[in-house]
Each structure stands twice: as structure tokens, then as C-alpha cells.
């Protein structure tokens, strides 16, 4: 989902907000929106429909001392022609026709397209390759120019699970955390475990969950899960079905399908454990709880918001709060 989708959506419900409570200024304070902006809104949807009200594209305005466009076409289509040289060699093909650009301008205009690295600029001659040829290389599936985004309509519709590999410890072994996020609230649920998980582990990890989720008055629905064994192995799918759980498999070699997970992974690696492992060691025995004790530490820490285009700087507890109230409403 794009931001200009995000905003006509809320467009959209600040609508049937107002339209359900029959009062306007209501609506509009429990969205934080003038009632102008609102009676704006909905002239133009009167006027020429629902579908007005997405977030039309500006052009980007052309200033007077910019690389001319025809410029830029030509400095494109080299460099998905040459893909391997660099900006330098990029400026003396121009030059040869008879346009003088530098060598930055020409990096800046390759990076501002995506195509500022040499990966690049063959990601997207291999993705042009499969588009007109349908020859499709490991360069071409790495290249991914369309976003992909997890949605849900309310609190335990889906819930993303997935194994982080921690890693090796002296004297302990090896050390795997599973999670799993919701993805309409981002609340988190992790687990630590010692050796690679199993089906059985992921089954009590799944028990946990759906307790802990039912204690916070949220009901689980669906999961979602990688193909890994913990989660493909039939015990799992069987006690999934049992607990009346939709399961839900990602493609395989598709991890942006659980994106909402695996970014949940890479924040709690820069945030929490390579800060921890730089400043103590863990150790079998007593000191072992030490581990748990970081975790829940940096969870349960000052509430952290999250700045993505769904989160909007709000925090789990936020969303879910907010979400109450209007189905109270």
C-alpha cells in the first residue's frame, strides 16, 4: 500500500465517519482534520466521485539551470546499455555527442533514478531483459521495483511469525529468538531459545502468543510463516487447524512478504543485541537470564515510535487504543 493509498483511505473513512455519527465535527476531531477540509472533501466527492479523492502526482518542477530532459533520456539508456563503467566514462559518451555534463552531475542523475551502483544498474538490465524476453535471472527476482506491503483490518487478523538467528555463544550454544508482530497494531511477541527450533517449540511458542494476545483482549485469526520446518512441519499445521488459525505460507525466497517481521528483526539487532554483546558477556548459568532480562528491557523500554509510512511516529499502544474507541463509537 502506497502513501497516496494510506491518505485516500482515510479520505474515505473520515467520510463514513461522519455520514454513521451524523455529526461532522465529531468526525473530524477524531481524525484530527478541519471541518473546511472535510466539506472540501466531500464537494469533490459529490462532484466527481469517491475516486477524486486520491492524492494526485505533481511534477517535479523543472528548474532553469537543470540538465535538460533529453539529457537525462540519453544518459539512461546508456546506462542500462554500459553497465559496468562509471560516471566519468558516462560524462565522455555525452561529451562525444556533444553535450557537456559533469561527472557528480551524472552520479547524482543515476542515483536519484536508481541506478547510482554498478548492482544496480544490471538489477534493472536483468528486469528489462525479463519484461521484453521473459528471461528471468537471480538479478531480475532481486530486483523489485514495485514496494510490498502487509495490511490488516484490526487488531490479531495477522500476526507475522518468524526465527532470528541470534547467534553462536561461547559456552551456551547457539541462540534463536522467535517473534511474531501484528500487523495492524506492531505489537510484539518474542521468545528465546536455546538450539534450532522445532515444530514442538513453535508450537508452544504459538500457545504463548495466542494467550498472551487474548490477555491485551486482542484474538488471533491468522498467522503468517516462511516456509521454514519449524513452521512447515505437519504437528504445526495440524494444531494451527485445531485452534481454528488460518496459516498463511509466504512464497518461498520471498522474505518482503514478512517484511513487517523481518524489519522488526533488524531494529532489535541494531538496538538491542549487538549494543549487548559490545558491552557484556553471556554465559551458561546464572548469568543466562541476563539475556531475557536485555530483551525485555529494550521492549518494554520508553514507548518507541515508529516513523513508517502505516506508523506515522504513533506507537502500538496508540493504534490499538485508537482503534477501541472508534468501534466503541
Same mark, same amino acid.
Not at 66 to 84: G, K, S
Not at 172 to 186: E, H, M, N, P, W
Given at each position: 500500500?502506497?502513501?497516496?493509498?494510506?491518505? #485516500?483511505?482515510r479520505? *474515505?473513512?473520515l467520510?463514513?465517519?461522519?455520514?454513521e455519527?451524523?455529526?461532522v465535527?465529531?468526525?473530524?476531531?477524531? /481524525?484530527g482534520v478541519? @471541518?473546511?477540509?472535510?466539506? +472540501?472533501?466531500?464537494?469533490?466527492?459529490?462532484?466527481?466521485?469517491?475516486?477524486?479523492?486520491?492524492?494526485? +502526482?505533481?511534477?517535479a %518542477?523543472?528548474? !532553469?539551470?537543470?540538465? %535538460?530532459?533529453?539529457?537525462?533520456e540519453?544518459?539512461?539508456?546508456?546506462a542500462?546499455? +554500459? *553497465?559496468?563503467?562509471?560516471?566519468r566514462?558516462? $560524462?565522455? @559518451?555525452?561529451g562525444?555527442q556533444?553535450?557537456?555534463? $559533469?561527472?557528480?552531475?551524472?552520479q547524482?542523475i543515476?542515483?536519484?533514478?536508481?541506478? =547510482?551502483?554498478?548492482?544496480?544498474?544490471?538489477?534493472?538490465? &536483468?528486469?528489462?531483459?525479463a519484461?521484453?524476453? =521473459?528471461?528471468?535471472?537471480?538479478?531480475?527476482?532481486?530486483?523489485?521495483?514495485?514496494?510490498?506491503?502487509?495490511?490488516?483490518p484490526? !487488531?490479531?487478523?495477522?500476526?507475522?511469525?518468524?526465527?532470528?538467528y541470534?547467534?553462536?555463544?561461547? =559456552?551456551?550454544?547457539?541462540?534463536?529468538?522467535?517473534s $511474531?508482530?501484528?500487523?495492524?497494531?506492531?505489537?510484539?511477541?518474542?521468545?528465546?531459545?536455546l =538450539?534450532? %527450533?522445532d &515444530?514442538?517449540?513453535?508450537?508452544?511458542f504459538?500457545?504463548?502468543?495466542?494467550?498472551? #494476545?487474548?490477555?491485551?483482549?486482542?484474538?488471533?485469526?491468522?498467522?503468517?510463516?516462511?516456509?521454514?520446518?519449524?513452521?512447515?512441519?505437519?504437528? /504445526?499445521?495440524?494444531?494451527? &487447524?485445531?485452534?481454528?488459525?488460518?496459516h498463511? @505460507?509466504i512464497?518461498?525466497?520471498?522474505?518482503?512478504?514478512? &517484511?513487517?517481521?523481518?524489519?522488526?528483526?533488524?531494529?532489535?539487532?541494531? +538496538?538491542?543485541?549487538?549494543?549487548?554483546f559490545?558491552?557484556r558477556? /553471556?554465559?551458561l548459568?546464572p548469568?543466562? !537470564?541476563g @539475556?531475557?532480562?536485555?530483551?525485555v528491557?529494550?521492549?518494554q523500554? $520508553?514507548?518507541?515510535?515508529?516513523?513508517?509510512?502505516?506508523?506515522?511516529?504513533?506507537? !502500538?499502544?496508540?493504534? *490499538?487504543?485508537?482503534?477501541?474507541?472508534?468501534?466503541?463509537?
Amino acid at each position: 500500500m502506497t502513501p497516496a493509498q494510506i491518505i #485516500y483511505q482515510r479520505r *474515505l473513512a473520515l467520510l463514513a465517519l461522519a455520514e454513521e455519527l451524523g455529526n461532522v465535527a465529531a468526525a473530524c476531531r477524531s /481524525f484530527g482534520v478541519s @471541518r473546511t477540509r472535510y466539506y +472540501e472533501w466531500k464537494q469533490v466527492a459529490e462532484r466527481f466521485g469517491l475516486e477524486a479523492l486520491m492524492p494526485k +502526482e505533481r511534477r517535479a %518542477p523543472q528548474m !532553469p539551470s537543470a540538465t %535538460p530532459t533529453h539529457v537525462v533520456e540519453r544518459l539512461l539508456t546508456l546506462a542500462v546499455l +554500459e *553497465l559496468t563503467i562509471g560516471c566519468r566514462q558516462y $560524462a565522455d @559518451r555525452l561529451g562525444d555527442q556533444g553535450f557537456a555534463i $559533469a561527472k557528480s552531475t551524472v552520479q547524482k542523475i543515476l542515483v536519484d533514478h536508481a541506478l =547510482g551502483t554498478r548492482q544496480e544498474r544490471l538489477a534493472r538490465a &536483468a528486469a528489462i531483459a525479463a519484461a521484453t524476453t =521473459g528471461l528471468l535471472t537471480e538479478a531480475a527476482r532481486d530486483d523489485e521495483p514495485f514496494g510490498f506491503c502487509l495490511a490488516a483490518p484490526g !487488531p490479531g487478523e495477522l500476526v507475522c511469525l518468524d526465527s532470528f538467528y541470534i547467534g553462536k555463544l561461547k =559456552g551456551v550454544g547457539k541462540v534463536y529468538q522467535l517473534s $511474531a508482530i501484528d500487523v495492524f497494531t506492531r505489537f510484539a511477541f518474542v521468545w528465546l531459545v536455546l =538450539g534450532t %527450533p522445532d &515444530a514442538s517449540v513453535s508450537l508452544r511458542f504459538l500457545d504463548r502468543l495466542l494467550r498472551h #494476545y487474548k490477555s491485551h483482549g486482542v484474538t488471533v485469526r491468522a498467522v503468517l510463516s516462511d516456509n521454514g520446518p519449524e513452521y512447515n512441519a505437519s504437528a /504445526f499445521s495440524a494444531a494451527v &487447524a485445531a485452534k481454528g488459525l488460518r496459516h498463511v @505460507r509466504i512464497p518461498a525466497r520471498s522474505p518482503n512478504h514478512n &517484511a513487517v517481521v523481518e524489519r522488526f528483526h533488524e531494529t532489535i539487532l541494531q +538496538e538491542c543485541w549487538r549494543p549487548a554483546f559490545h558491552r557484556r558477556c /553471556f554465559h551458561l548459568g546464572p548469568p543466562a !537470564p541476563g @539475556r531475557s532480562r536485555r530483551l525485555v528491557g529494550h521492549l518494554q523500554q $520508553a514507548p518507541r515510535r515508529n516513523h513508517g509510512d502505516y506508523m506515522r511516529g504513533r506507537t !502500538p499502544q496508540e493504534i *490499538l487504543d485508537r482503534f477501541r474507541s472508534k468501534k466503541a463509537a
